[in-house]
């Protein structure tokens, strides 16, 4: 059974950069058959899907974030990263990793993190 | 993007009772339509993807229905367990969109 668990700052000021990493266990991110995604949830809001990448190195952003947003994965380590710049109160939110078996398109999140609360403040 | 609505944003209900959410996509989808529980604390949990195919390990009075732009959500015999909110997803095309969610509550 694969678990996810999302670490970061939890307090980014303003115009600085946002760094969470998401540690799997029970199954290698190199796995050919999953993608490995972020999504976040700002409070009193809905969900909001930040971006996916694939153990190759594909990535795929949400157009609304893509000039800001970095995500990478260390194979090794067995985790995946996101660095979200530039960050605003507007980035205040729940941030969630989740695994997508197969693709990006017409796939599922399958396993989730329980999420981690980051807040944009000085 | 697609945008995908979901009604109602909140229900309150009894133990024992049918619930029926729906949601609405901007534009078809197919099938490329997932549900998701979430309760306050916990990781979001899969349980209807594809429209219908129910998740492994989800109870069978969780079904799902609908195809193109309009989706069904349906709870036979609500549990105690179930009081949550509940969110569509279609996977469609990018960027991925999630519904605002429906809250259950107790009645």
């Known amino acids: 059974q694969v678990q996810m668990q999302e670490s970061g700052p939890g307090l980014v000021k303003p115009s600085e950069t946002l760094s969470l990493t998401c540690t799997v266990s029970?199954?290698?991110?190199?796995?050919?058959?999953?993608?490995w995604a972020w999504i976040r949830q700002p409070p009193g809001k809905g969900l909001e899907w930040i971006g996916t990448?694939?153990?190759?190195?594909?990535?795929y952003y949400n157009p609304s974030l893509v000039s800001r947003v970095t995500l990478s994965l260390d194979a090794p380590a067995n985790h995946f990263s996101l660095n979200l710049s530039s960050v605003t109160a507007a980035d205040t939110a729940v941030y969630y990793c989740?695994?997508?078996?197969?693709?990006?398109?017409?796939?599922?999140?399958?396993?989730w993190g329980r999420g981690t609360l980051i807040t944009v403040s000085s | 993007d697609i945008q995908m609505t979901q009604s109602p944003s909140s229900l309150s209900a009894s133990v024992g009772d049918r619930v029926t959410i729906t949601c609405r996509a901007s534009?078809?989808?197919?099938?490329?339509l997932n549900w998701y529980q979430h309760k306050p604390g916990n990781a979001p949990k899969v349980l209807i993807f594809?429209?219908?195919t129910l998740q492994s390990g989800v109870p069978s009075r969780f079904s799902g229905s609908g195809s193109g732009t309009d989706f069904t959500l349906t709870i036979t015999t609500l549990q105690p367990e179930d009081f949550a909110t509940y969110y569509c997803?279609?996977?469609?095309?990018?960027?991925?969109?999630f519904g605002g969610g429906t809250k259950v509550e107790i009645k």
């Open positions: 997803q279609q996977a469609g095309d990018i960027p991925l969109t």
């Open positions: 534009q078809s989808i197919s099938t490329h």
């Open positions: 594809g429209a219908s």
């Open positions: 029970g199954g290698a991110i190199s796995s050919s058959r999953y993608y």
């Open positions: 990448m694939y153990y190759s190195g594909s990535t």
């Open positions: 989740a695994r997508a078996p197969g693709s990006v398109i017409a796939a599922h999140f399958d396993s």
